[in-house]
Each structure stands twice: as structure tokens, then as C-alpha cells.
């Protein structure tokens, strides 16, 4: 088991910046895929951003391009989302996600919910205009 927990989030004007960290205890995810997804009231959950195991592939939705950079640190078992000039459409709770893959799938893979085997609990994003 991997208990996930989410930080960083709160409230910033349009424009501005926030940094999300998702600590990892229980197991280490170094050898786990890690996504950002997003949810509004209503609505589902939408993919954000993901990162392979070594962080040297990572993907993003097309509405965060060249906004957010998704980054970890296997060593502090921590997952980051770095997240500049901030739009009220961002406004969201924030979850990351860990999936321990068995075999290499396609980056497409990642965008789907139910392919990542734990949660975080969320941090709410909140800009204003």
C-alpha cells in the first residue's frame, strides 16, 4: 500500500504561480508512473499532467503546455507540479495518482483515471481573476 498526500494548493490571483508536492509513504514510488489530475464540481476528473518512473518523460494536457512542468524526487518519494501564470480555468482540486505498471504502456495510457492504482486525498486550487 502507498498513502498519498497532496500540498501547495490555495488561493492566487490570475497570473501567478503555485507549486503542488505529492509525498508518497508506505512504499517507495521510484518505480511508479505518477499523474495530476483535476476536478471541478460536476464534472469529471481531468488529466493534467504525468511523469514516468525517472522523470524523463512526462506529459501534459494541452490546456497546461508549456504552463505546468511535472517533476520528482525519488529520493524524497515526492511528486511536484509546478504550476505558472495560473488562469481562473485552473481553478480545481488538485489529486496526484501512482500506478505501478507491470509492462510499458503508451504515455496515452496515462491519461485515464482508472489506470493508476492509488489517490491522494486532493488540494484545492483556487485563482481569482
Known amino acids: 500500500q502507498v498513502q498519498l498526500v497532496e500540498s501547495g494548493g490555495g488561493l492566487v490571483q490570475a497570473g501567478g504561480s503555485l507549486r503542488l508536492s505529492c509525498a508518497a509513504s508506505?512504499?517507495?514510488?521510484?518505480?511508479?508512473?505518477m499523474g495530476w489530475f483535476r476536478q471541478t464540481p460536476g464534472k469529471e476528473r481531468e488529466f493534467v499532467a504525468s511523469?514516468?518512473?525517472?522523470?524523463?518523460?512526462?506529459y501534459y494536457a494541452d490546456s497546461v503546455k508549456g504552463r505546468f512542468t511535472a517533476s520528482r524526487d525519488n529520493a524524497k518519494n515526492t511528486v511536484y507540479l509546478q504550476m505558472n501564470s495560473l488562469k481562473p480555468e485552473d481553478t480545481a482540486v488538485y489529486y496526484c495518482?501512482?500506478?505501478?505498471?507491470?509492462?510499458?504502456?503508451?504515455?496515452?495510457?496515462?491519461?485515464?483515471?482508472?489506470?493508476?492504482?492509488?489517490w491522494g486525498q486532493g488540494t484545492q486550487v483556487t485563482v481569482s481573476s
Open positions: 508506505g512504499r517507495t514510488v521510484s518505480n511508479a508512473a
Open positions: 495518482a501512482a500506478d505501478f505498471p507491470r509492462q510499458r504502456y503508451p504515455a496515452s495510457y496515462y491519461l485515464i483515471p482508472s489506470s493508476y492504482d492509488y
Open positions: 511523469i514516468s518512473w525517472s522523470g524523463s518523460s512526462t
